[in-house]
């Protein structure tokens, strides 16, 4: 399915393709998340669409429950809707358990099998510090700013900020107001006084929040490659890119494949999923256990 598609026109396509297909269609929100399921997803009797944004997720799935059809199941990252405490209106409608795919990596054993491959013995216990813990506390900021932005109306832009001008790369701490100043300047939101935005900042942080819903997932990531390549290893910057559109060999791509399938049969979106199937059968998502 295109980008450039309309909501009506992919519903019309996933309604077409049900002349041919009795399976159940998931929709999911990118590609990244296509990969994240498909290693889960009975190949024959489920079929993921792409649908390149977390609300044409949602309208698509509302078009095609208007007409009442059947087998159809959209997941889609939770962002800020678990603190938010937004409503699920539809039962065919799933979020991830943390923020998004990439937390659930990183709070899964997955990330400990990629520390113990690029991270170096010595750093790790001259660091002195856990560092999951380290990265969490480090990319809240972001979060909360991200989070802000999208409450307060402000339209901050994040896409391509340089993590490096505001995280300290020995310690791993972060520096608000440099944080500030680069999302400002990306945005080019000149007219935003810092102070106001600090402020702003202080007053949506909480105690009670569950950092694992306020952090970002592509932020964690970020702030993982900068320790591996000075705090807790000397990796060069190739070896531990981020992300990136025209390659595999990213720590994105590498956390999902150490992310093992018992480590999704614990979660609350599995238990979720199973739930569904039970309620819509004879439509299944994921493969049938032995």
Not at 19 to 38: A, I
Not at 243 to 270: G, M, P, R, V
């Amino acid at each position: 399915m295109r980008e450039f598609l309309t909501v009506d026109r992919v519903a019309n396509q996933i309604r077409l393709r049900r002349s041919t297909y009795s399976g159940t269609f998931l929709l999911v929100e990118g590609s990244s998340d296509k990969t994240f399921y498909e290693r889960f997803v009975d190949k024959l009797g489920c079929e993921l669409v792409i649908t390149e944004a977390k609300q044409r997720a949602i309208d698509i799935l509302k078009i095609l429950e208007k007409s009442n059809f059947q087998g159809v199941l959209a997941i889609v990252d939770a962002d800020f809707d678990h603190l938010q405490n937004t409503t699920v209106t539809s039962p065919n409608l799933l979020r991830t358990d943390t923020h998004d795919i990439e937390t659930m990596l990183i709070k899964s054993p997955a990330f400990d099998k990629v520390i113990v491959m690029f991270g170096s013995e010595e750093k790790i216990i001259k660091f002195g510090r856990d560092l999951r813990t380290t990265l969490v506390e480090c990319s809240k900021s972001v979060g909360y700013l991200r989070w802000v932005s999208q409450s307060d109306g402000l339209n901050l832009k994040f896409e391509g900020i340089e993590f490096k001008k505001f995280v300290d790369n020995q310690t791993i701490q972060i520096s608000e107001i440099e944080l500030i100043k680069e999302v400002k300047n990306k945005s080019k939101a000149y007219s935003l006084e810092n102070e106001d935005i600090q402020k702003r900042l202080t007053n949506k942080k909480n105690s009670s929040h569950n950092p694992w819903q306020v952090c970002c997932g592509h932020d964690l990531v970020e702030i993982l490659s900068i320790a591996l390549r000075k705090a807790i290893g000397s990796n060069p910057a190739i070896d531990v890119k981020p992300n990136s559109d025209d390659s595999k060999n990213t720590l994105e791509n590498i956390l999902l494949l150490a992310y093992e399938e018992n480590y999704f049969h614990q979660t609350q979106l599995y238990l979720e999923i199973r739930k569904w199937e039970t309620n819509n059968q004879p439509f299944h998502v994921l493969q049938i256990l032995e």
